[in-house]
Nanobody
Framework: QVQLVESGGGLVQAGGSLRLSCAAS????????MAWFRQAPGKEREFVSG????????YYPDSVKGRFTISRDNAKNTVYLQMNSLKPEDTAVYYC?????????????????WGQGTQVTVSS
């Protein structure tokens, strides 16, 4: 069982930065591939980034590539999402998720554990 708690969301102006954190409970955190998703009102949940259990592989969709960076610290049971050059269209609730699969996936149905979400609002 893994519990995930996100933090770091808030209100920021366009062009600004935020760093989200996701703290995980449990001694097997390092065995999970992790991901960040986001969901804006009236829209489907969107895959934002994924990271392998070791941190050696990451993935970003074109919508955030070059602006967002995912990382993890297995010693601290924490995964991060550094978001730079934020745009109003990045406004959403951001969720971290953990999967017992061998690697991350853009399919939110493949994740076993979810955090409660943290709101990110980017003003123009």
């Amino acid at each position: 069982q893994v519990q995930l708690v996100e933090s770091g969301g808030g209100l920021v102006q366009a062009g600004g930065s935020l760093r989200l954190s996701c703290a995980a409970s449990g001694r097997t955190f390092s065995s999970y591939a992790m991901a960040w998703f986001r969901q804006a009102p009236g829209k489907e949940r969107e895959f934002v980034s994924g990271i392998s259990w070791s941190g050696g592989r990451t993935y970003y969709p074109d919508s955030v590539k070059g602006r967002f960076t995912i990382s993890r610290d297995n010693a601290k049971n924490t995964v991060y999402l550094q978001m730079n050059s934020l745009k109003p269209e990045d406004t959403a609730v951001y969720y971290c998720a953990a999967t017992t699969l061998a690697s991350y996936s853009s399919d939110y149905g493949r994740y076993d554990y979810w955090g409660q979400g943290t709101q990110v609002t980017v003003s123009s």
